[in-house]
């Protein structure tokens, strides 16, 4: 008789504890293996490339993007994915977009300009007319589409007040871990006097210029560890509360990536008490917060002045506008 299936005995006890151990290795093994990065290798799907070849559209030939969105849209490629872009004009992205997610359950485009399409003749997606720097126009979009998506991409006007508009009044519609895509940055980085766009003048953009959508980016990325520099990390942001719902921020050529807290418990995080908070100064904080909110009002007075940006923005955070010290005393 083999050993381990004596009863009662010290052998049999001994293989009843490696069986145990060895099935919770086995269980760890399975939790860990799925908690692993989906790796876009095995995704038995065509990448971004090599499906954009039927569709009309600049986002892989000028501007490389299957280099991020492979990886970056990977896990919503077999899910019924709800999606937004912002900007629509032949409708060859939002084509695009119903091959690569083949399961998706809804897509919308918001068009602005008198040369658009109405429609890309594919089933659940709609396509609606309306100018991302009105928030009229915006809050239509959210109640015909219903928000709740698990991606927005904007590839609109390109003007960095407009993008930073935008984001404000659409990020708090993601859904808990889905990401906010800004596309053509480019515009940040114009410096030439007169520069413009659609129509549109840029002023004040430029590398380390208050009006660019990568500075304030990249200021942001301070905001996700506030709980590390600032004195009260819970009332600490820097143009709204939103700020707290941003998990990671991704840097590309010419995009933005911005990902969302998987819940919103998660927001936190970043606003408890700090378990070496004798190692912050509590006062530098807030000086590079107030300089950032002066070279903010500087790089996008539009969003500021009084007028219909600020009044718009106001009826979502009602202390935006204010300065760090106001938003305190307010409270």
């Given at each position: 008789?083999?050993?381990c299936s004596?009863?009662?005995?010290?052998?049999?006890?001994?293989?009843?504890i490696?069986?145990?151990?060895a099935?919770?290795?086995?269980?760890?093994?399975?939790?860990?293996h799925q908690?692993?990065p989906?790796?876009?290798?095995?995704?038995?799907?065509?990448?971004l490339?090599?499906?954009s070849k039927?569709?009309?559209?600049?986002k892989?030939?000028?501007?490389?993007?299957?280099?991020?969105?492979?990886r970056?849209f990977a896990?919503?490629?077999?899910v019924?994915?709800?999606l937004?872009e912002?900007?629509?004009?032949d409708?060859?992205?939002l084509r695009l977009?119903?091959?690569?997610?083949?399961?998706?359950?809804?897509?919308?485009?918001?068009?602005?300009?008198?040369?658009i399409?109405?429609?890309?003749e594919?089933?659940r997606?709609?396509?609606?007319?309306?100018d991302?720097?009105k928030?009229a126009?915006?809050?239509?979009?959210?109640?015909?589409?219903?928000g709740?998506y698990?991606?927005?991409?904007?590839?609109g006007?390109?003007?960095?007040?407009?993008q930073v508009?935008?984001?404000?009044?659409?990020?708090?519609?993601?859904?808990?871990?889905?990401?906010?895509?800004?596309?053509d940055?480019?515009?940040?980085?114009?410096?030439?006097?007169?520069a413009?766009?659609?129509?549109?003048?840029?002023?004040g953009?430029?590398?380390?210029?208050?009006?660019s959508?990568?500075r304030?980016?990249?200021?942001?990325?301070?905001?996700i560890?506030r709980?590390?520099?600032?004195a009260?990390?819970r009332?600490f942001?820097?143009?709204?509360s939103?700020?707290?719902?941003i998990?990671?921020?991704?840097f590309?050529?010419n995009?933005i990536v911005v990902?969302?807290?998987?819940?919103?418990?998660?927001?936190?995080?970043?606003?408890g008490?700090?378990?070496?908070?004798?190692?912050?100064?509590?006062?530098?904080?807030?000086?590079?917060?107030?300089r950032l909110?002066?070279?903010?009002?500087e790089?996008?007075?539009?969003?500021?002045?009084?007028?219909?940006?600020?009044n718009?923005?106001r009826?979502?955070?009602?202390?935006?506008?204010?300065?760090?010290?106001e938003n305190?005393?307010?409270?």
């Amino acid at each position: 008789m083999h050993p381990c299936s004596k009863p009662g005995g010290v052998h049999a006890r001994r293989c009843l504890i490696i069986y145990a151990v060895a099935t919770t290795l086995g269980l760890f093994g399975c939790a860990y293996h799925q908690l692993q990065p989906l790796d876009v290798d095995d995704d038995p799907l065509p990448g971004l490339a090599e499906v954009s070849k039927d569709f009309r559209t600049d986002k892989i030939r000028v501007h490389g993007y299957h280099r991020f969105y492979d990886r970056v849209f990977a896990p919503y490629r077999q899910v019924p994915v709800r999606l937004l872009e912002i900007g629509v004009q032949d409708g060859g992205s939002l084509r695009l977009w119903t091959a690569f997610f083949p399961r998706y359950s809804h897509i919308w485009g918001l068009a602005f300009g008198a040369k658009i399409t109405d429609s890309i003749e594919a089933p659940r997606t709609e396509i609606i007319k309306g100018d991302q720097s009105k928030k009229a126009d915006l809050d239509n979009l959210l109640r015909v589409s219903g928000g709740d998506y698990h991606i927005v991409i904007d590839d609109g006007s390109h003007v960095p007040v407009h993008q930073v508009f935008t984001f404000l009044i659409m990020f708090p519609s993601v859904k808990p871990g889905g990401v906010y895509v800004i596309e053509d940055l480019e515009t940040s980085f114009w410096s030439a006097h007169g520069a413009n766009i659609y129509g549109y003048t840029i002023d004040g953009a430029g590398v380390d210029k208050g009006n660019s959508v990568v500075r304030l980016f990249q200021h942001l990325t301070n905001m996700i560890n506030r709980q590390y520099h600032a004195a009260a990390p819970r009332d600490f942001y820097i143009m709204s509360s939103i700020e707290h719902d941003i998990a990671a921020i991704e840097f590309g050529q010419n995009c933005i990536v911005v990902y969302k807290n998987i819940e919103s418990t998660w927001r936190n995080l970043g606003s408890g008490p700090y378990r070496l908070a004798n190692s912050v100064n509590k006062t530098t904080s807030e000086v590079y917060a107030n300089r950032l909110q002066r070279e903010l009002r500087e790089g996008f007075p539009e969003l500021y002045a009084d007028g219909e940006f600020r009044n718009s923005l106001r009826e979502l955070y009602p202390n935006f506008g204010y300065s760090l010290k106001e938003n305190f005393e307010g409270r």
